[in-house]
């Protein structure tokens, strides 16, 4: 009898214990980003974001060990599909994060809706994601959000006649449309416009037109990296400076990850981004110093990896909040009008859109005492919404 | 020798068992169905390729175009709200055909050189037309809000990818027998003689440059409905369905299974896939160097492929086998 009784007690114990380890079972996060081909840059960085912020804020959030699952979407939104499909049915992850590229988020999201996952953007910005799923949170930007404040900046500044200048491309033709829609709405003039291949781009024809034309100011989007090096080379070389033309950019153009390669030529640029790693503040030395931690300092931190730092505080804000039971429809609640204290500043999961509402910062390239560029804040715009939605 | 077309009609036994696998595979690699089906896809679109290069002896490094043009013409038929997959089928088939024939009087023109550049030239023409048609393709972005169907009006499109799976086997399935059966047809061998020595095959009386366009338009059709099925199956179309990119992975993914063997396009998407998918899962940053690795070894033992080097293995062993009987 009484051996029986302790049978009993014994097999009791286990599964009590076996359940008190499911409870334990890891927080599973899927990161969808590109780690190879053109765009591997995006997914190193917020691959290395989101390890920092697991540096500095411990990897164990509401008694669950975090999990980080990275998939490479080689940048193609069928890849990013299937790895998506893998995490939620395979390795039952508790969100998915990461997209670096829109394409890669649109595929995705129908998938989001139908398994109810959380789908954290950390970067891709155009503004019609979010759009796709309720499920969809985003804490990085939207184009048209970084670009509108530049304009306005410039109409309050004296700059009346503009030429614009922009990749051709999706995000680049939000861009252009965008800009002249705030700037002409605000009695500024658009001098030309034009659109620059994606293949190769020689910009010096372009750049010999634009001084033809004898705007005040170019405005200019192209992606990140390559292409934006290219151009400063040009604008210096065709001495645009000089003929009193100046510069305005989204902060792709100086993005902080390429800006030392660009020599002196962009100094001087103003632009309009949402993060610089010359931001002060708090926040910003512990993301830099994690950062640097995991990643090294040869390659310095950009806005995706505040973006990838920022979706983890996101998430691990909703674990704490629902005690470690991630559930989806729940999870949306909490991250709608959630508040981030971000290494870019305040920021705010817009309840409706469930789009980040952010400062705006208008930056200037200055040389720091380390000989570094670097993009410094010297005015902004607050709260600033997607002006599309 | 035994000619082709009497080998054509007994259908040996690992042929059946090949096919008895692939229907297993819901019960075999039930977790790995939208790897396994985007694997049935890339073989698929794999011997389209191998119907102009492995048995009509066309180089092209833009084979992606048509794929692309299946791809876009499934999803903005199911954008525009018809989202009944065979009918997508349908429609991809007829956009990418035509497109092939079109463009087959350019390509069927020069020699392989000239060939090369002529496919790749289209391939990035369409490429650009995709990205600067933004009402129609959706651009960069891609295209938004394609509503599949259910197949059949029973089976729903389901995340882990049953349905995806038995739909790209059953067309995969299908459009193969039609291959088999078109490439031991004296079409068929025509155009093998063709590739061999085309200006033989003109001396005695063929009509070579318009079965090399029957040949283009076929195999084009091949690639659209490909296209179609990753469009449907992944309910998105990007513009990258027409990147050079896929053309280039298209053609190592044949090498690497053989040329001209029928299954060399169906072995060599899975083990190229297969192998990437693993590989990116060890190490997410640095596995296109294995893969580099990978392929390079498997083209050092095989000169024809995968399927060609374990044909060379078997007809050996059965050789040695044969000796020792008769030794014995």
Same mark, same amino acid.
């Given at each position: 009898?009484?051996?029986?009784?302790?049978?009993?007690?014994?097999?009791?114990?286990?599964?009590?214990?076996?359940?008190?380890a499911?409870?334990?079972a890891?927080?599973?996060?899927?990161?969808?980003?590109?780690?190879?081909g053109?765009?591997?840059?995006f997914?190193?960085?917020?691959m290395?974001?989101?390890?920092?912020?697991?540096?500095?804020?411990?990897?164990?959030?509401?008694?669950?060990?975090?999990?980080?699952?990275?998939?490479?979407?080689?940048?193609?939104?069928?890849?990013?599909?299937?790895?998506?499909?893998e995490?939620?049915t395979?390795?039952?992850?508790?969100?998915l994060?990461?997209?670096?590229?829109?394409?890669?988020?649109?595929?995705?999201?129908?998938?989001?809706?139908?398994a109810?996952?959380?789908?954290?953007?950390?970067?891709?910005?155009?503004?019609?994601?979010?759009?796709?799923?309720?499920?969809?949170?985003?804490?990085?930007?939207?184009?048209?959000?970084?670009?509108?404040?530049?304009?306005?900046?410039?109409?309050?500044?004296?700059?009346?006649?503009?030429?614009?200048?922009?990749?051709?491309?999706?995000?680049?033709?939000?861009?252009?449309?965008?800009?002249?829609?705030?700037?002409?709405?605000?009695?500024?003039?658009?001098?030309?416009?034009?659109?620059?291949?994606?293949?190769?781009?020689?910009?010096?024809?372009?750049?010999?037109?634009?001084?033809?034309?004898?705007?005040?100011?170019?405005?200019?989007?192209?992606?990140?990296?390559?292409?934006?090096?290219?151009?400063?080379?040009?604008?210096?070389?065709?001495?645009?400076?000089?003929?009193?033309?100046?510069?305005?950019?989204?902060?792709?153009?100086?993005?902080?990850?390429?800006?030392?390669?660009?020599?002196?030529?962009?100094?001087?640029?103003?632009?309009?981004?949402?993060?610089?790693?010359?931001?002060?503040?708090a926040?910003?030395?512990?993301?830099l110093?994690?950062?640097?931690?995991?990643?090294?300092?040869?390659?310095?931190?950009?806005?995706m990896?505040?973006?990838?730092?920022?979706?983890?505080a996101?998430?691990?804000e909703?674990?704490?909040?629902?005690?470690?039971?991630?559930?989806?429809?729940?999870?949306?609640e909490?991250?709608?009008?959630?508040?981030?204290?971000?290494?870019?500043?305040?920021?705010?999961?817009?309840?409706?859109?469930?789009?980040?509402?952010?400062?705006?910062?208008?930056?200037?390239?200055?040389?720091?005492?380390?000989g570094?560029?670097y993009?410094?804040?010297?005015?902004q715009?607050?709260?600033?919404?997607?002006?599309?939605? | 020798?035994?000619?082709?077309?009497?080998?054509?009609?007994?259908?040996?036994?690992?042929?059946?068992?090949?096919?008895?696998?692939?229907?297993?595979?819901?019960?075999?690699?039930?977790?790995y169905?939208?790897?396994?089906?985007?694997?049935?896809?890339?073989?698929?679109?794999?011997?389209?390729?191998?119907?102009?290069?492995?048995?009509?002896?066309?180089?092209?490094?833009?084979?992606?175009?048509?794929?692309?043009?299946?791809?876009?013409a499934a999803?903005?038929?199911?954008?525009?709200g018809?989202?009944?997959?065979?009918?997508?089928?349908?429609?991809?088939?007829?956009c990418?055909?035509?497109?092939?024939?079109?463009?087959?009087?350019?390509?069927?023109?020069?020699?392989d050189? +000239?060939?090369?550049?002529?496919t790749?030239?289209?391939?990035?023409?369409?490429?650009?037309?995709?990205?600067?048609? +933004?009402?129609v393709?959706?651009? &960069?972005?891609?295209?938004?809000?394609?509503?599949?169907?259910?197949?059949?009006?029973?089976?729903?499109?389901?995340?882990?990818?049953?349905?995806?799976?038995?739909y790209?086997?059953?067309?995969?399935?299908?459009?193969?027998?039609?291959?088999?059966?078109?490439? &031991?047809?004296?079409?068929?061998?025509?155009?093998?003689?063709?590739?061999d020595?085309?200006?033989?095959?003109?001396?005695?009386?063929?009509?070579?440059?318009?079965?090399?366009?029957?040949?283009?338009?076929?195999?084009?059709?091949?690639?659209?409905?490909?296209?179609?099925?990753?469009?449907? +199956?992944?309910?998105?179309?990007g +513009?990258?369905?027409?990147?050079?990119?896929?053309?280039?992975?298209?053609?190592?993914?044949?090498?690497?299974?053989?040329?001209?063997?029928?299954?060399?396009?169906?072995?060599?998407?899975?083990?190229?896939m297969?192998?990437?998918?693993?590989?990116?899962?060890? &190490?997410?940053?640095?596995?296109?160097?294995?893969?580099?690795?990978?392929?390079?070894?498997?083209?050092?033992?095989?000169?024809?492929?995968?399927?060609?080097?374990?044909?060379r293995?078997?007809?050996a062993?059965?050789?040695?086998?044969?000796?020792?009987?008769?030794?014995?």
């Open positions: 009898m009484f051996k029986h009784h302790l049978k009993l007690l014994a097999s009791t114990a286990a599964l009590l214990l076996a359940a008190n499911s409870a334990q890891p927080l599973k996060i899927g990161m969808v980003v590109e780690t190879s053109a765009f591997a840059d997914g190193m960085q917020m290395n974001g989101a390890r920092a912020y697991m540096k500095a804020h411990g990897d164990t959030v509401a008694g669950r060990k975090v999990e980080l699952i990275v998939k490479d979407t080689t940048g193609v939104p069928d890849v990013a599909k299937r790895v998506a499909q995490l939620v395979n390795d039952k992850v508790d969100f994060a990461g997209f670096g590229l829109t394409p890669s988020a649109l595929a995705v999201a129908p998938l989001a809706t139908e109810k996952k959380p789908m954290i953007v950390m970067n891709a910005a155009a503004s019609v994601i979010t759009t796709r799923s309720p499920y969809i949170a985003r804490v990085s930007f939207t184009l048209p959000q970084v670009t509108a404040p530049m304009a306005t900046w410039a109409l309050r500044n004296g700059i009346k006649k503009v030429y614009t200048l922009v990749a051709d491309y999706g995000p680049g033709i939000d861009a252009e449309t965008q800009f002249k829609k705030t700037f002409t709405a605000g009695g500024g003039q658009i001098v030309g416009d034009v659109r620059t291949p994606m293949r190769n781009p020689e910009f010096a024809p372009f750049l010999q037109r634009i001084k033809d034309a004898r705007p005040q100011a170019v405005f200019v989007f192209l992606p990140a990296g390559e292409q934006a090096v290219g151009f400063m080379k040009g604008f210096a070389e065709r001495e645009l400076d000089k003929a009193g033309i100046k510069l305005i950019a989204t902060g792709d153009v100086t993005e902080d990850g390429v800006i030392d390669a660009m020599g002196d030529a962009p100094l001087g640029v103003i632009t309009t981004q949402h993060y610089s790693v010359a931001h002060d503040s926040e910003n030395k512990a993301f110093k994690a950062y640097a931690e995991v990643a090294g300092t040869k390659q310095r931190a950009n806005f990896a505040v973006g990838a730092w920022d979706g983890m996101a998430m691990y909703v674990a704490r909040r629902l005690n470690g039971n991630i559930d989806g429809d729940k999870a949306m909490v991250l709608k009008g959630m508040k981030i204290d971000s290494p870019r500043g305040p920021l705010t999961i817009d309840p409706a859109t469930r789009d980040p509402i952010e400062t705006i910062y208008v930056r200037k390239v200055e040389k720091a005492k380390d570094k560029l993009n410094v804040e010297f005015d715009f607050q709260n600033v919404k997607d002006p599309t939605k | 020798m035994s000619i082709p077309t009497q080998a054509a009609r007994q259908i040996p036994v690992a042929e059946i068992v090949f096919w008895l696998v692939l229907a297993a595979g819901f019960w075999l690699w039930p977790s169905l939208p790897l396994a089906s985007q694997v049935l896809i890339a073989g698929l679109f794999a011997l389209s390729l191998d119907l102009v290069l492995g048995y009509a002896g066309i180089v092209s490094l833009g084979h992606a175009a048509y794929f692309g043009v299946g791809a876009y999803g903005v038929l199911a954008s525009h018809w989202g009944e997959p065979f009918s997508g089928l349908l429609l991809a088939a007829v990418a055909g035509a497109t092939g024939f079109i463009t087959s009087f350019l390509v069927v023109r020069g020699k050189l +000239t060939r090369l550049m002529v790749t030239g289209i391939g990035l023409l369409l490429f650009e037309l995709a990205n600067r048609l +933004t009402d393709t959706g651009g &960069n972005d891609g295209l938004l809000g394609m509503e599949m169907r259910p197949l059949l009006g029973t089976f729903r499109f389901d995340m882990y990818g049953k349905v995806a799976y038995g790209s086997l059953a067309v995969t399935f299908v459009l193969f027998l039609l291959m088999r059966r078109v490439v &031991n047809s004296p079409f068929g061998l025509s155009l093998r003689g063709i590739r020595n085309p200006g033989r095959m003109l001396a005695l009386g063929y009509p070579v440059h318009r079965r090399l366009i029957a040949m283009y338009t076929l195999a084009s059709v091949y690639a659209g409905i490909a296209g179609a099925l990753l469009a449907q +199956t992944t309910q998105f179309v +513009t990258d369905v027409l990147s050079f990119n896929r053309s280039a992975e298209l053609m190592v993914m044949l090498i690497v299974g053989g040329t001209g063997m029928l299954y060399g396009g169906l072995v060599g998407a899975a083990v190229f297969v192998a990437h998918h693993y590989l990116s899962d060890l &190490n997410p940053s640095y596995w296109q160097f294995w893969l580099g690795a990978f392929l390079i070894a498997i083209v050092m033992f095989g000169r024809d492929g995968v399927l060609g080097a374990c044909l293995l078997m007809r062993w059965r050789v040695r086998a044969q000796k020792a009987a008769l030794e014995s």
